[in-house]
């Protein structure tokens, strides 16, 4: 019974982190972090991303442009994206080796200790890959936040507000740390088992006690 239920535990651990990583994937590229809705044209929707700005115009027509420089971007999205490309590196490396050390594979099936190791080491990296990730959609958000509420800008003038990445980065961040603490955590169930010793080798003595033929200490005096 525990072992189906740490191997549950595994394969649920195993679905979230994916789920985590291709999510943290998306964020990392779509250009959703923050919408701006212009008040003079509202047919306009402006869309920022870690590496683009893209309109959008009522026909569906989408037009995207490049950040023009790394160092012209502010602190929160120049450290965003290295951080949310460490992320992605992480969520990946930290999946494979959780995969190697999952139970119903035949890899290192000799070696439980081995194992254990990988997927304790898998969803620490794991959850370093979610922490990663919610750090820099925070940070953005906690940014917006305060531009949206300054009061030293003119109310005329638009303000960014939450885009879709922001919500899907924070989902992403909590499914890699969710998943990587029940990988870690069922890494008890791939411990060595304990070898019984051969019943070949047990002491001369012990074999005597167990047949039931000890010496009395009165009869030993006599074969003296």
Known sequence: MAGGCWAKAQGGGMLLALLGWISSCVT????????????????????????????????????????????????????????????????LLGSLLAALGLEGWRICEDKPGRKRRLLLGGGVTLGVAGITTLVPV??????TVLDFWDETVPDIVPRW????????????GAF?????????????STRTPTPLAPACRQAPAARGLAGGHHLHPKNADLVI
């Not at 115009?57 to 490049?66: D, I, M, P, R, S």
């Open 28 to 91: 990392t590229f779509v250009p959703l972090w923050k919408n701006l809705n212009l008040d003079l044209n509202e047919l306009e929707v402006w869309n920022m991303g870690l590496w683009q700005v893209c309109i959008t115009q009522e026909e569906g027509v989408v037009e995207c442009q490049a950040h023009g420089s790394f160092l012209a971007l502010p602190p929160e999205l120049r450290i965003s994206r290295l951080l949310m490309c460490l992320s992605n590196g992480l969520g």
């Open 176 to 188: 890699l740390a969710a998943g990587g603490l029940l990988l870690a955590c069922s890494a008890r």
């Open 161 to 172: 507000e939450f885009g879709e990445a922001t919500f899907l980065g924070w989902f992403a």
């Open 138 to 143: 925070s940070w953005v958000a906690y940014n």
